[in-house]
């Protein structure tokens, strides 16, 4: 029998630091919250995008991370909609804390609407690095990320950051490549509201890294095996 | 349902004007600290704090009773969930979603029953809650960690759904606010009382393992202060029933004292158990709702049903207001 009482991991944080924890777990309001705002999204998504999802067989029971390239603040909308069930409720937009996580109304929004975390571009320190890699092991979560760091602004995809790699490197957590087309065309960055454009998703299949050293060259070889897999998804 | 006037017996007039006297004198006392100079400013600060923290506690605490008996019952359910919030949170409990769920919805269905004033459901929903929270999970085909899952969704659901539940019940008779006013301060004074005694007394620790800053002397002191008050408030308020009687009214008292502590010494435990200092954050100088009131969850089913033995709730007024029969 395994009998072990465990505190939430942001237990004793005042509420504010709590919403731009990397420790944040999910409790029953805001799974409900999140899957009021998914089902929103899949509708939105289906009536005004017509998305459509191929390779949807290629997504593995929780853990798993999710890469694509990324081109609009559409894309990891996008994503979250693909997913289903146990997954969908497990899965965390890492998300830039300077744009959803600036002020505490925003923060709401991205804690409990999106399930994002934040990650603070420039200044992320190796224990955060750190801390959502123990969390994604052990609390077998789903992430949504974008390698590259940042949306293009051109639309064409930029090198991959390492930061995949330290996040993924020596763990048996599956990657899955994904390319989404159409998100670019339909919110460019100089568009404030999404165009009716079609957009598409095509999800590959998992790699692991399982045997991947942590060192720098292990995490950029990493990152290169990511971004070719993902290029090669494009149409 | 019949309704009383707000101020209608005198109990209730006297704890309320009490209760802003003794926070206008808390916080006299503090202004001629600070301009004086005495106690170090942290203590200083510390007690602003707390006197701060009470004045908005004490009008959501007696505010509804003030106000009316739905106020009361739409109060203790939604003390009922804060509670459960930090108790999932800290014991881990909210992973456990079906579980959280189903406490949830017994909460829900125990003030349901009180807002009704259909008594038979309210008992009837211990057992059938309990065993909802004892099948819910077994489709699941989980078994690893059932045991754990499955106890504590019972003990959850005891005391902050059927245990607190029994203040929104108390609601339904129309002379509830000197009882329910009563239960609420003294179970306040209480803590207040064994905090004094055990400074001004000091000696041997109750239980150092348990909770390392509580003495015999404020246990018993508190004891002591919270058995004659509430006596002698129930000789007001029950005057002319078969409980006012000095042994039965000490022995209320008794109960509500012992009750009082023992919530407080049991929410104690389970932090130990935990590794915990606080439940949650929300209050300052307190800690979480769970630290304030503690002492309240085993007060309200034992005050309830001692009072009920005697004189009942809500008798001869019309029952399942909502749901008809």
Known sequence: MEFKLRPARDHGLETADRLRSLSRERGLGSIVLGSLWRAMLRGYLAVYHRLEVTGRENLPEAPFVLIANHTSHLDALTLSGVLRGEPARRAHALAAGDTFFGSTLSSVFAAYAVNALPVWRKRTKAGELATLRQRLVEDRLVYILFPEGTRARDGAMAPFQPGIGVLVAGTDVPVVPCFLDGCHAAWPPDRSVPAPRKLRVRIGAPLTFADAPATRAGWEDTARQCEAAVRALAP | ?325
Request: hydrophobic content about 55%; proline content about 5%; overall charge positive.
């Open chain 2, 1 to 325: 349902m019949m309704r009383e006037a707000v101020f209608a017996h005198p109990v209730t007039v006297g704890i309320v004007a009490a209760t802003v006297a003794v926070v206008l004198a808390a916080f006299a006392v503090i202004g001629v600290m600070t301009l004086t100079g005495r106690g170090t400013p942290e203590l200083r600060r510390e007690l602003w704090l707390r006197t701060l923290s009470w004045c908005l506690l004490l009008p959501l605490m007696m505010g509804p009773v003030l106000l009316g008996r739905e106020w009361v019952i739409a109060a203790a359910t939604l003390l009922g969930l804060a509670c459960l919030r930090e108790f999932d949170r800290a014991t881990g409990l909210f992973r456990e979603t079906l579980v959280a769920g189903i406490v949830v919805v017994g909460i829900l269905a125990a003030n349901f029953a009180a807002l009704d004033h259909w008594y038979a459901f309210f008992v009837a929903l211990w057992p059938l809650t309990v065993g909802v929270i004892v099948i819910g999970t077994i489709p699941l085909d989980r078994p690893a960690g059932y045991v754990q899952r499955t106890a504590l969704g019972i003990l959850a659901y005891m005391l902050f759904g059927a245990g607190l539940a029994h203040l929104s019940f108390m609601a339904n008779e129309p002379g509830y606010r000197p009882i329910l006013l009563m239960l609420l301060t003294t179970v306040a004074l209480s803590d207040v009382a064994a905090f004094t005694f055990g400074k001004l007394i000091g000696g041997p620790k109750l239980l150092p393992a348990t909770s390392p800053n509580k003495s015999i002397a404020g246990a018993v002191g508190a004891l002591c202060v919270t058995t004659l008050l509430v006596a002698t408030l129930s000789f007001f308020i029950f005057r002319g029933t078969p409980m006012a009687q000095p042994h039965w009214l000490l022995v209320f008292g008794v109960i509500v004292g012992i009750g009082a502590q023992a919530g407080d010494l049991m929410l104690s435990s389970i932090k130990r158990d935990i590794g915990i200092k606080d439940m949650g954050t929300i209050l300052p100088g307190h800690g979480g709702v769970l630290d304030r009131f503690n002492s309240l969850l085993l007060v309200a089913p034992a005050a309830f049903h001692f009072i009920q033995f005697f004189v009942g709730f809500g008798m001869g007024q019309p029952a399942r207001l909502i749901t008809g029969g």
